[in-house]
């Protein structure tokens, strides 16, 4: 069975930074990609960043130049360093690995919450 835990959420004020972690238990067979969703309340979750096992990344147009994703497919980990956090920031991340073989939806964290408010 495979659990993914989100870590290093957190109270930032603006302008300030935090690094997420997110580590998986268990087998994911031909691991090809991870990312980091986010939802704010009353939004729908969106899409934050992505890795792929060849190393390339993609970002949302609002986190470009704040935000890195980092990642270590032998670890099953997946980061994000987010700087420059502002209050929009402010919602509650996900993040999911892909495997070839798996739940086509891929696999899910529980969420870590991270709010942006002086």
């Known amino acids: 069975q495979v659990q993914l835990v989100e870590s290093g959420g957190g109270l930032v004020q603006p302008g300030g930074s935090l690094r997420l972690s997110c580590a998986a238990s268990?087998?994911?067979?031909?691991?090809?990609?991870m990312s980091w969703y986010r939802q704010a309340p009353g939004k729908e979750r969106e899409l934050v960043a992505t890795i792929r096992s060849g190393g390339s990344t993609n970002y949302a147009d609002s986190v470009q130049g704040r935000f890195a994703i980092s990642g270590d497919n032998a670890k099953k980990s997946v980061y994000l360093q987010m700087n420059s956090l502002k209050p929009e920031d402010t919602a509650v991340y996900y993040c999911k690995m892909q495997g070839v073989l798996g739940p086509s939806g891929g696999y899910w964290g529980q969420g870590t919450q991270v709010t942006v408010s002086s």
């Open positions: 268990g087998s994911i067979f031909g691991l090809y990609a």
